[in-house]
């Protein structure tokens, strides 16, 4: 009896991580919405994401193609404008965003206007605050795309 306590044991064990790793995989990665980190202006599921690494940190894409742009010229591509201040803010290092449904019109397509997610970047909490306040004054819509 005591030589099968010890297999016992190991396999108790051994289910116990296999149920723990499936349980902790699969639900995080559903439903779960993320920004491009290049554009800034679409919110997806993840599982739709291209992902990518910049400067060790795990980003997510809309495209392959922008992946490539990244790679390529990463400096170009990682900084936003804080609407409040005006200065260069970089998206993958400031903790201070805000989502906001803006419109959009489509210049190419006979001045069609569209709803779109984006999500602006601000240099400090403060920036953030006044933008929340007062979006309309930092804003100019329609956005030309």
């Known amino acids: 009896m005591k030589r099968l306590a010890p ?7 051994l289910s116990a991580v296999a149920l723990s790793v499936h349980s902790e995989t699969a639900p ?3 439903g779960k919405q993320v920004v491009c980190a290049l554009c800034g202006d679409y919110t997806f599921d993840v599982k739709h994401a291209v992902t990518g690494k910049y400067k060790g940190k795990h980003i ?3 495209s392959l193609k922008e992946l490539k742009l990244l790679e390529a010229k990463p400096d170009q591509y990682v900084w936003a404008i804080d609407v409040v201040s005006g200065q260069r803010v970089h ?16 210049v190419k397509e006979k001045n069609r206007r569209e709803i779109w997610p984006r999500r602006f970047f601000f240099e400090s909490q403060k920036n953030r605050d006044e933008f929340l306040r007062n979006p309309a004054r930092y804003l100019k819509e329609p956005y030309d795309v």
Request: contains cysteine; proline residues 3%; glycine residues 4%.
């Open 7 to 13: 297999f016992g044991l190991i396999l108790t064990l």
């Open 28 to 30: 995080a990665k559903e």
């Open 60 to 62: 997510h894409l809309c």
């Open 91 to 106: 998206k993958l290092d400031t903790p201070f965003t805000a989502d906001r449904r803006v419109n959009v019109r489509k």
